[in-house]
């Protein structure tokens, strides 16, 4: 089975400031990894997504994750964010087409 | 291309009520996916089908919800009756049959049972 650790509940930052969303996995076998984003009253959004081949990942709004496979983990960063980046942010796990296993989600929060 | 529709977007019921939510996939994806988040906590599947065939219906909760999916095209999740519990976040997916997953999200339905 597969399971997702998010650590942070919360993370506040300052705008133009970096920030980075801690993601750990749990997977006896080899696994795709997702991030998705919610933005106020919206639904989920793709980010960016691990498949296969280089272990950074780029994804949509300036967003990047790097999969680390001896660390398990799927951390997913921003040089620089913007007020517009508040949201909540969830990491997941699946194996093919099978469910995808959420962690408990990361409010970021940006203030001027 | 249209995205993943849900329908009602919010619905507040009594307990023992009964409610029916609806989801559009993605034309052209086989694969549909119910999710759920009661507040507070994570988000968690609840059933998948493959056309209009259950594959894997591990996350429902009990035989209070009832999914179809006749003809392999939109989704329906049946809630009856409906207890308190069951208040959250109903949110749908689809998928392309491909090699790789990558689910694509409804709006959710907020059900909120009073």
């Known amino acids: 089975a597969q399971s997702v650790t998010q650590l942070d509940s919360q993370v506040p930052v300052f705008e133009e400031a970096p920030v980075e969303l801690r993601c750990n996995y749990s997977?006896?076998?080899?696994?795709?990894l997702f991030w998705y984003v919610q933005y106020p009253n919206q639904g989920l959004q793709l980010l960016l997504k691990y498949l296969s081949g280089s272990t950074l990942v780029k994804g949509i709004n300036g967003f990047e994750a790097e999969f680390n496979k001896s660390q398990t983990s799927f951390h997913l960063r921003k040089p620089s964010v913007h007020i517009s980046d508040t949201a909540e942010y969830f990491c997941a796990v699946s194996r093919g087409f099978q469910k995808l296993v959420f962690g408990t989600g990361t409010r970021l929060l940006v203030s001027p | 291309e249209a995205g993943v529709t849900q329908f009602p977007s919010h619905s507040v019921i009594e307990k023992g009520q009964t409610v029916t939510l609806r989801c559009d996939p993605i034309?052209?994806?086989?694969?549909l996916y119910w999710y759920r988040r009661v507040m507070g906590k994570e988000i968690k599947f609840l059933l998948h089908f493959v056309k209009e065939s259950k594959q894997d219906e591990s996350g429902m909760p009990n035989n209070r919800f009832l999914a179809e999916r006749t003809g392999g095209t939109y989704s329906t999740l049946k809630v009856q009756p409906a207890e308190l519990e069951d208040s959250g976040v109903y949110f749908c997916?689809?998928?392309?049959?491909?090699?790789?997953?990558?689910?694509?999200f409804g709006p959710g339905t907020r059900l909120t049972v009073l």
């Open positions: 997977s006896s076998v080899s696994v795709y």
């Open positions: 997916a689809s998928s392309q049959a491909q090699h790789t997953n990558t689910q694509y």
């Open positions: 034309s052209g994806h086989d694969n």
